[in-house]
């Protein structure tokens, strides 16, 4: 595979050489990649930028390439055991920089709203309004491609290695995605403060907690089938282990596009306490189901602490025998 890659003297040959081994570009690329921007202004001091975005299956394709070329290059080598914690260095890298855009979109968003504010009616302020909405149109575009990016190079990870891919403390989502990552703090501060939308889905929660032993994704994956059957809106709740029980949930999660929730653990703040403190939180956000795979103390208290609360957990034993476990 290597010496075929060094005859390839253009990204667009490279792109025909890959092509039969790809899916066909997806409709999010084509969404994320569409413009309707003549020229944009990437900063107020830019005369304006008129090139066009690049095209949706060569960044697709690209991005593809960038991750399935070191697990090729490393497989069945002294680094191939490495070749899983690069490539999830690589995804936080696109995860990096689009969280980045993100945040400059959410600026000019805020300077936007206040130029409306002060709005006076003059020419002055007319073309400076102008001005920040083609900053905030372009910055918008990037960031939804970026994230689009992104969300492909983690899907790769997802296939190469069979586990989500996730990144420390962060919120995945874009106006792009079908699935959404979200981080358990955004999601209670939405919830305080009533905003419903990226940080706080619409939908019924469940609840998911195993211990850090499993490995056998089947019974999971069918009592969650099971739920969203049921209810095919669900959001789901896990507790933000990143082995076991809760990265096969995970990894269900995202081949079903099911909204997640990470509710992990602060250590720093409530110390051997954290991990009940968690419960008592998932408790006051009302799930309507819970499934709890067999694991530690914290899974056997959040048994009680659902039944407390009228939810009647699904509980799924490590050794398939029966669950008396958490009774």
């Known amino acids: 595979m290597t010496k075929a890659f060094r005859s390839v003297r253009s990204f667009t040959e490279i792109a025909a050489?890959?092509?039969?081994?790809s899916a066909v570009t997806s409709d999010s690329f084509v969404e994320a990649f569409e413009t309707d921007l003549d020229g944009v202004r990437v900063s107020r001091d830019d005369d304006g930028r008129t090139e066009q975005m690049p095209d949706a299956t060569q960044v697709q394709l690209a991005v593809e390439l960038i991750v399935t070329t070191l697990f090729d290059v490393l497989r069945d080598s002294r680094l191939d055991k490495v070749a899983g914690r690069i490539a999830w260095g690589i995804v936080?890298?696109?995860h990096r920089?689009?969280?980045?855009?993100a945040g400059q979109a959410d600026g000019a968003a805020r300077q936007m709203r206040d130029l409306l504010r002060q709005a006076d009616g003059s020419e002055i302020h007319s073309i400076e309004l102008e001005r920040a909405h083609e900053e905030l149109a372009f910055l918008d575009e990037a960031a939804d491609a970026l994230a689009c990016m992104r969300d492909h190079a983690a899907a790769v990870y997802h296939n190469e290695t069979g586990k989500p891919w996730s990144a420390p403390r962060a919120t995945l989502v874009s106006s792009k995605r079908t699935a959404s990552v979200i981080n358990g703090s955004d999601y209670l501060a939405a919830r305080r403060q009533r905003r419903i939308g990226q940080h706080h889905p619409e939908g019924p929660l469940v609840v998911f907690s195993g211990g850090s032993q499993w490995a056998d994704s089947e019974p999971i994956w069918k009592a969650l089938s099971r739920a969203k059957a049921t209810r095919p809106q669900m959001v789901l709740l896990t507790t933000a282990q990143n082995s076991g029980?809760?990265?096969?949930?995970?990894?269900?999660?995202?081949?079903?596009?099911t909204p997640v929730v990470k509710l992990?653990?602060?250590?720093?703040?409530?110390?051997?306490?954290?991990?009940f403190v968690r419960n008592d939180q998932i408790?006051?956000?009302?799930?309507?189901?819970?499934?709890?795979?067999e694991g530690s103390g914290v899974?056997?208290?959040l048994v009680r602490v659902m039944r407390s609360i009228g939810v009647a957990p699904v509980l799924l034993s490590l050794y398939g025998g029966p669950a008396h476990w958490a009774s």
Do not use: C, Y
């Open 245 to 257: 029980g809760d990265a096969i949930a995970e990894a269900w999660a995202a081949k079903t596009k």
């Open 283 to 293: 408790a006051r956000l009302r799930p309507v189901e819970a499934i709890v795979a």
């Open 97 to 101: 920089v689009s969280d980045q855009a």
């Open 92 to 94: 936080h890298s696109f």
């Open 17 to 21: 050489f890959i092509a039969d081994e």
């Open 264 to 275: 992990g653990i602060d250590k720093a703040r409530w110390g051997n306490r954290a991990g």
């Open 299 to 301: 899974q056997a208290q």
